[in-house]
Structure formats: structure tokens, C-alpha cells
């Protein structure tokens, strides 16, 4: 048998053993290709979803766990007022901000010596005076320079109440600079409250601005309340109680 045929046949094997390689990768290239055209394409977030799914996040964050050494249902500062009259305190405060009574603990001579009520979300604290363990009020030491303030649902019908149960008016209810509308009432025992209703969220950039603005307009007296309120009504007030 001649040797050429059989030259020719192992050359064509080898041939087909080189393009073996390559053909494979074309059919896998191929396989390939045809399962991502049957895979479906990923669903996009719309961007409302997405702005609903941070919504939600932002409602619900982690709860701040509670501080062991302040007791449940007190915050860690509380105001606590002596009075001429407790009892006469405690009825005013009900009357005007819808204040409750939570404790109340008697003391000799019809006094009351530890008394606590909730206003809003908040607690405070008052007892009468008993000037044999230096417990004085506003009326015992001549005035206050303490001043309470108060956030309410309405300032104007909250002020016209403490007035129509024998509140002293100090400030007029205005509208003021920082987003508040406020005024201030000293109660019959003489305690002064800073009365608010916020109405207006402002930036600390806009404060500055209407500050510099207001800072032109004339000066006006000092209220009577100056000493024992928050803070002043206009940079004016604020430069002439320098």
C-alpha cells in the first residue's frame, strides 16, 4: 500500500484536532448569547419606589433606648416652681394649659409639699413656700429671673386665658423673626411664662438676614418682661440690653 494516502488522511486529522478548539468556543460563545437573550432583563426601580422606600426608612428610626437613671416618663431637666399657693397654682395651671395633676403630697398647716403635672409632653414641678428650708417664691423675693417657656397648639387663645384668670400681660403675641409667634404672661404667683406657637420653620441663614434687616428699624423700650424671657424681639432689643 502506498504511504501517500495514508500522509494525506493524517494530515486532514490533524487539521480538524486544531480546528476542534476553536469551534468549541464558537458553539459556547453561541450558547451563551442565546441564554441571555431568554433571560428576562432586571426590573428598574421607578423612581418613585425609591423615593417611597427611603420614606419609609426615614419614619421609622431606631428607638433611642431609655437613660436608666432618668425614670420613666420624666426627661433629664424639669422645672420646679415654689408658690405663694400651690393649690391656687395648680388650678390656675389646669385652667389655663389644660395641665394634670399626677401627684400630690400634703404637708402640715394645709401646705402642699411636693406636687407634680404634666403640660403636653412635659412635667413640672411645684411645691408652697416654707421659708424655714429657704423655699421661696417670686412674691417672698420680689420678682424672677426665671422664665418658663411654653410651646401650645394656639398662643393667642392660651395668652387671652391666662389673662382671664388673673395673668399679668408683659408681652403682646406677635409674630417674631425666628418662626415663633409668642408673648409672655406673669401668673398670680408671679412666675413668668413665655408663651409659643411655632408657625414657621427658618434657616439659620434667613435669621441672619432679617436680623440685619430689623437691625435698621428705630429702636423700641425694652419690654417689662426683658429680664426674665427667652430672648430678645428684634436685634434692636437685643443691642440696647447690652
Known amino acids: 500500500m502506498s504511504s501517500k494516502p495514508r500522509s494525506k488522511a493524517k494530515a486532514k486529522a490533524k487539521t480538524k484536532a486544531r480546528k476542534a478548539p476553536?469551534?468549541?468556543k464558537a458553539k459556547a460563545k453561541r450558547a451563551s448569547a442565546s441564554r441571555a437573550k431568554a433571560k428576562p432583563a432586571p426590573?428598574?426601580?421607578?423612581?418613585a419606589k425609591k423615593a417611597a422606600k427611603k420614606t419609609?426608612?426615614?419614619?421609622?428610626?431606631?428607638?433611642?433606648?431609655?437613660?436608666?437613671?432618668v425614670p420613666e416618663g420624666y426627661s433629664s431637666v424639669t422645672a420646679y416652681l415654689v408658690m405663694h399657693d400651690a393649690a391656687d397654682a395648680i388650678d390656675y395651671l389646669r385652667?389655663?394649659?389644660d395641665a394634670e395633676e399626677v401627684m400630690r403630697m400634703p404637708a402640715p398647716g394645709d401646705k402642699i409639699g411636693h406636687a407634680e403635672l404634666t403640660i403636653g409632653d412635659s412635667k413640672i414641678m411645684l411645691c408652697d413656700e416654707f421659708p424655714e428650708m429657704n423655699a421661696r417664691g417670686p412674691k417672698s423675693v420680689g420678682g424672677t429671673p426665671v422664665t418658663i417657656m411654653v410651646y401650645v397648639d394656639d398662643v393667642d387663645a392660651i395668652v387671652e386665658r391666662?389673662?382671664?384668670r388673673g395673668g399679668t400681660l408683659l408681652r403682646e403675641v406677635k409674630d417674631?423673626?425666628?418662626g415663633d409667634r409668642s408673648g409672655a404672661v406673669r401668673d398670680p404667683q408671679g412666675h413668668v411664662w413665655h408663651i409659643s406657637t411655632h408657625v414657621e420653620d427658618v434657616s439659620p441663614q434667613e435669621?441672619?438676614?432679617?436680623?440685619?434687616?430689623?437691625?435698621?428699624e428705630p429702636k423700641q423700650p425694652l419690654s417689662e418682661s426683658s429680664a426674665a424671657h427667652p430672648g430678645p424681639e428684634s436685634p434692636a432689643e437685643a443691642e440696647s440690653s447690652r
Do not use: D
Open 22 to 24: 476553536a469551534k468549541l
Open 43 to 47: 426590573r428598574r426601580k421607578t423612581a
Open 56 to 69: 419609609v426608612r426615614r419614619a421609622a428610626p431606631a428607638a433611642k433606648p431609655r437613660r436608666p437613671e
Open 95 to 97: 385652667e389655663v394649659f
Open 162 to 164: 391666662a389673662l382671664s
Open 176 to 178: 417674631q423673626f425666628y
Open 207 to 216: 435669621i441672619k438676614r432679617r436680623m440685619k434687616a430689623m437691625a435698621t
